[in-house]
């Protein structure tokens, strides 16, 4: 018998109540109502159950006998010990060390390390075609969604309407468990959602288009470690990404957008591609 099982009998033979916390999970369906039987059953009085289990209850093993000390055949006096210590170094003719200090030694670190500090970012995501996500650090506003339209209109992405905006923060719960590896959990979280959306609303993703490379705003900051981008590859989705400046910064300087038109010629080629690819299946 577990110990939360005889707790839980002992507490019911004594007439106590025992009571459970319950939270419900972000996104989780919701639990089917059901109809208790409200029908008291007859029982043991507490009184008798709870004797019960102190008859039942296994008496502990007798612990067991202590061995007893080893004593020493002949006991060394302090001058035969002396004795025998300056004939060694006779012998040697190497004076003995003297003892040194133990406080110069480095101080021995503390096994439990300081957790590490936790991520907390926002994303929003609009998937183009199906196809291709567009990742975005923070809220998205309506003027950067106006932005992206026009853009991918003019790149021949779309067709000047936006499919509408999934959002994500990390983490889900606020009063969430520490982690060992608070990196880790947010790629995994991430990909998780992002695996979950695609599933739910039959996306077969095959690029990531991240707009936010030149943003040092926190969010950004975190969504960039979560992606781990290396070689124009994202490891933790394990799907190719073309990345550009977030969108506040086109909205604020017309020269970004100038510079960014060739990538955005070359995108759209990319775009035809695929589509001719998806044709020809």
Same mark, same amino acid.
């Given at each position: 018998?577990?110990?939360?099982?005889?707790?839980?009998?002992?507490?019911?033979?004594?007439?106590?109540?025992?009571?459970?916390?319950?939270?419900?999970?972000?996104n989780?369906?919701?639990?089917?109502?059901?109809?208790?039987?409200?029908?008291?059953?007859?029982?043991?009085?507490?009184?008798?159950?709870?004797?019960?289990?102190?008859?039942?209850?296994?008496t502990?093993?007798?612990?067991?006998?202590?061995?007893?000390?080893?004593?020493?055949? *002949?006991?060394?006096?302090?001058?035969? *010990?002396?004795?025998?210590?300056?004939?060694?170094?006779?012998?040697?003719g190497?004076?003995?060390a003297?003892?040194?200090?133990?406080?110069?030694?480095?101080?021995?670190?503390?096994?439990?390390?300081?957790?590490?500090?936790?991520?907390?970012?926002?994303?929003?995501?609009?998937?183009?075609?199906?196809r291709?996500?567009?990742?975005h650090?923070?809220?998205?506003?309506?003027?950067?969604?106006?932005?992206?339209?026009?853009?991918?209109?003019?790149?021949?992405?779309a067709?000047?309407?936006?499919?509408?905006?999934t959002?994500?923060?990390w983490?889900?719960?606020?009063?969430?468990?520490?982690?060992?590896?608070?990196?880790?959990?947010?790629?995994?979280?991430?990909?998780?959602?992002?695996?979950?959306?695609?599933?739910?609303?039959?996306?077969?993703?095959?690029?990531?288009?991240?707009?936010?490379?030149?943003?040092?705003?926190?969010d950004?900051?975190?969504?960039?470690?979560?992606?781990?981008?290396?070689?124009?590859?994202?490891?933790?989705?394990?799907?190719?990404?073309?990345?550009?400046?977030?969108?506040?910064?086109?909205?604020?300087?017309?020269?970004?957008?100038?510079?960014?038109?060739?990538?955005?010629?070359?995108?759209?080629?990319?775009?035809?591609?695929?589509?001719?690819?998806?044709?020809?299946?």
């Open positions: 018998m577990t110990p939360e099982v005889a707790r839980r009998h002992y507490l019911e033979a004594m007439g106590i109540t025992a009571w459970a916390c319950r939270y419900q999970l972000p989780a369906r919701p639990t089917d109502a059901c109809e208790w039987d409200d029908t008291p059953a007859a029982t043991t009085p507490p009184r008798e159950r709870l004797q019960a289990l102190l008859d039942d209850a296994p502990p093993p007798p612990k067991p006998a202590a061995p007893p000390p080893v004593a020493d055949d *002949v006991p060394a006096s302090p001058s035969a *010990v002396r004795a025998l210590l300056d004939d060694r170094e006779k012998a040697s190497k004076p003995t003297p003892a040194t200090s133990t406080s110069d030694e480095t101080p021995a670190v503390s096994p439990h390390a300081a957790p590490a500090k936790p991520l907390t970012f926002h994303v929003s995501c609009v998937c183009i075609g199906g291709w996500l567009s990742l650090a923070g809220d998205l506003s309506a003027d950067a969604q106006r932005l992206l339209a026009n853009i991918c209109q003019a790149a021949g992405l067709d000047g309407a936006l499919p509408e905006v959002r994500f923060k983490p889900p719960m606020a009063n969430a468990f520490a982690s060992d590896d608070p990196l880790e959990e947010a790629r995994e979280g991430v990909s998780a959602f992002i695996n979950g959306a695609a599933s739910r609303q039959h996306w077969q993703l095959e690029k990531i288009l991240w707009w936010g490379a030149d943003a040092a705003d926190p950004s900051e975190s969504l960039s470690k979560v992606l781990d981008v290396d070689d124009d590859r994202s490891r933790t989705l394990g799907l190719p990404v073309w990345q550009a400046p977030a969108l506040t910064t086109l909205l604020e300087s017309p020269a970004a957008k100038r510079a960014l038109w060739p990538e955005l010629c070359a995108l759209a080629k990319g775009w035809q591609a695929s589509s001719l690819a998806h044709e020809d299946r």
